[in-house]
């Protein structure tokens, strides 16, 4: 069995859409990717990419692009908003290669995408911008790949999508230039803020010129499902006011963010019907507090065209299930517990968390890395995960 020739849509060009292209293509498809937007890449955003991506990224023969616009923070830091005492820190660079094997970085969404799309081009894929798809009925193609995001149209269509509810979460995100910020309010670490019912993550990105922020409050006011519903900055540094120091200073100087809601979507049955498979997003939406749903999705492109190309229609695509949804399940949950974790009450709770962590951190910082082994030491190019 063999995918050489075989005809496939992929239906969405972000992070899944254009791995899924690119691992098809190589492995000899003719593949055309239909994007809704009239150009590639999204302004204003950060990813991060842990070492189970690198893999994808590095089998992809992209390795050496990616590295080249990422940035590889010395540490992913726990600390107090109030304080900005630390709570824990997990060491990352040096730390990161020597335990996973492959290294824990961060990007511009754009350069990614960028590195990712000049990828698929070079294997051969034909990306078409401007298509917006309103059914899959009207593609024409021996394999569809849904690769159309959070709000799939195909989810609704061939899955029996069931309508997302609002976890009663909003996340504002947005950039701020390094030179609005003094020297010392920037390290090169991905930064969590914890405080009672709100948290705010930083890191650096482009060799340290900008920095990226997500900042998430627990409220009842329902925002929309969107990425790019612009907010004040005077509503965010209000949601976050109490906050200490460092925290003050970084939303201080936010000019411009965008907000939106976060959403828990119903777990899906399947992820397959006769020809048609969803990978990314659009199969297993997640909240965004354990970084790893583009992971996830270059972790389905991976396999989703090995699969194939080893067993064809049905049999590859339903392998391609069976591997990948027990892993991508675990780690929603995973996300979503984390938001509990880090918006812990004050109280005993909290103090007895904190202290916990910190303890294991300062005493056993290698039994904190250990809890993320199932994940960062995954590695589904060669099925170990
Ligand atoms: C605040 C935030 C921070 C995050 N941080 C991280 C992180 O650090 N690390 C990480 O791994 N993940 C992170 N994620 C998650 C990550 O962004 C997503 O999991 C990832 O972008 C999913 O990729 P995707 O290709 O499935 O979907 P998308 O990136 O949404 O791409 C879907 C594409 O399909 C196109 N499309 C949709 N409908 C149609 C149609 N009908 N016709 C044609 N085209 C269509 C869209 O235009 C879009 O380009 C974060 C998410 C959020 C919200």
């Not at 040096?94 to 799309?117: E, I, K």
């Not at 021996?142 to 999508?161: C, K, P, Q, T, W």
């Not at 591997?323 to 949950?333: D, G, H, L, S």
């Not at 082994?373 to 995954?378: A, F, I, M, T």
Request: proline fraction near 4%; glycine fraction near 10%.
């Amino acid at each position: 069995m063999s995918i050489k020739g075989v005809d496939i849509t992929v239906l969405g060009g972000g992070i899944a859409g254009l791995a899924a292209a690119t691992a098809l293509a190589q492995r000899g498809a003719i593949v055309t990717v239909l994007e809704q937007a009239t150009e590639l890449g999204e302004v204003g955003a950060g990813l991060q990419i842990g070492p189970n991506g690198v893999a994808v990224l590095e089998a992809l023969g992209l390795r050496d692009a990616a590295e080249a616009v990422a940035n590889v923070p010395e540490a992913i830091e726990l600390r107090d908003m109030a304080s900005g005492r630390e709570v824990a820190r997990l060491q990352m660079g040096q730390a990161a290669m020597q335990r996973w094997g492959r290294p824990y970085w961060q990007f511009h969404r754009a350069d990614l995408l960028s590195v990712l799309a000049d990828g698929a081009r070079a294997a051969g894929v034909d990306i078409r911008l401007g298509q917006k798809v309103e059914t899959v009925e009207d593609i024409d193609a021996s394999v569809v790949i849904a690769a159309d995001g959070v709000r799939s149209a195909v989810r609704a269509e061939v899955f029996n999508g069931q309508p997302a509810s609002f976890t009663g979460q909003v996340a504002w995100r947005g950039i701020i230039p390094a030179e609005k910020l003094t020297k010392g309010a920037v390290k090169n670490t991905a930064t969590v803020y914890m405080a009672p019912g709100r948290h705010l993550v930083t890191y650096p990105m482009r060799g340290g010129s900008v920095i990226n922020f997500v900042a998430v409050e627990e409220r009842n006011a329902w925002a929309d499902e969107g990425w790019n519903i612009p907010d004040t900055s005077e509503n965010l540094r209000r949601a976050f006011a109490g906050a200490g120091r460092d925290v003050q200073t970084i939303l201080n100087a936010v000019d411009e963010t965008f907000l939106w809601g976060l959403f828990n979507h119903p777990y899906l049955p399947e992820w397959t019907k006769g020809n048609i498979a969803m990978v990314g997003d659009a199969c297993h939406p997640m909240l965004p507090f354990l970084a790893q749903g583009a992971v996830m999705a270059l972790e389905d492109a991976w396999v989703l065209a090995r699969e194939l190309d080893r067993s064809g229609v049905p049999d590859g695509l339903l392998a391609y299930e069976r591997i990948c949804k027990p892993r991508a399940t675990r780690v929603q949950k995973a996300a979503a517990s984390n938001a509990t974790a880090y918006h812990l009450s004050s109280g005993p709770v909290r103090l007895v968390a904190h202290t916990g962590l910190r303890a294991i951190s300062r005493l056993v910082p290698s039994a904190l890395l250990g809890r993320f082994d199932w994940l960062y030491g995954g590695d589904v190019t060669t099925l170990d995960v």
